[in-house]
């Protein structure tokens, strides 16, 4: 039997890691400045991490929900108070996209309305809910299509306003800076409107944070920096630095009744210990902290180069858009360099999400890297 073809696929094998760095099979090392779609948040490998998770296998690695989870309260008060949500309640799920379709069972419940107002340009998840508010015809089958929702354009407030007046909406989601699309932040004056008419006419907020959350971009959530506070929050990916696992905060003016929320993996021992690890990591290292100091010098270094023509984005969640598709600097990063960067659905757009806790000497390097790569790829074309 084959593998389904998902992702173009690198032709490197992994084999270990460390901190900022990946190692194939064949002994090349790598600086990530990708941490694997934005997961890994306190760096590979990570020995408190590592630590906590065989002292817990030894223990008890799983069951269900069915009894009581010490872990799972402890990462629920854990992640309360840092990143400032303590009244919120929290739903554990597997993934980043089982937190949308969570997210959004909940807002139609609450309203026992159907319709969603999403953004163009967004990226929600895979699953059915999730991909009918994804805006990417080529992910919808005719199955997803199905789902009643109306994108509009970031700064179409007017049409926003006149949909909450009018159609049967339960909810706006909306990341807290789109990441597939090539690091989009709608900024200030966006996230206030949408609050404020979300408010006005009684439908619920849901802001993504599964990218942009968790420190990546120098606040515990990129919403933070504006003076927001959403219904409903969806969290992944930097949550497990790898462990699959994912949840919901959920606004404490929410029912909830035995049987309208459920998973069998979620809120497990073991993902609640690699829960538990990340944030105590991300506390005692201060690592969203050095997120936002990292990400300035990043930024302050990359705007020297001539040839990005827009850096977009905050913190440790960065994109480069050059006025060329960015397919060849990206193998020449990856393959010659030996630096692994991310696409998006913008052909021109590289996309950066190193883990969170490098330092200068990182910066430093992928520096060098990128005026490599940049050298070889202009030399090439003009047949140097």
Known sequence: MKLFDVYPILDIELSKSDGSYVFDTKGNIYLDFYGGH???SIGHSHPYYVKALIEQIHKISYY??????????????????????????????NSGTESNENALKIASFHTGKKKVIAFKGSFHGRTSGSLSV??????????????ETVFINYKDFDFLEEKLKNQDICAVITEG???????????LNFFYKVASLCKKNNTVLIIDEIQSGYGRTGSFFAHQLYPVKPDLITVAKGMGNGFPIGGVLIHPKFQSYYGMLGTTFGGNHLACTAGIAVLE???????I??????????LQELRLISEIKEIRGRGLMIGLEFDFPIQDLKNILVYQEKVLVGTSNNAY???LLPPLNINENHIKLFLKKLKNALVYLFGKKNGK
Do not use: W
């Open 38 to 40: 934005a997961v890994i």
């Open 64 to 93: 269900s929900n069915s009894v009581y989870i010490y872990q799972k309260n402890r990462l629920a008060d854990l992640l309360g108070n840092i990143s400032g949500y303590k009244d919120y309640s929290l739903f554990l799920c």
């Open 134 to 147: 994804t805006d990417n015809y080529k992910l919808i089958s005719p199955f997803n299509a199905q789902h």
């Open 177 to 187: 800076i789109q990441g597939v699309s090539g690091i989009i932040d709608p900024g």
């Open 281 to 287: 990591i991300i506390q005692k290292e201060n690592l």
């Open 289 to 298: 902290e050095n997120a936002q100091k990292m990400g300035k010098i990043l």
């Open 349 to 351: 757009v590289l996309r």
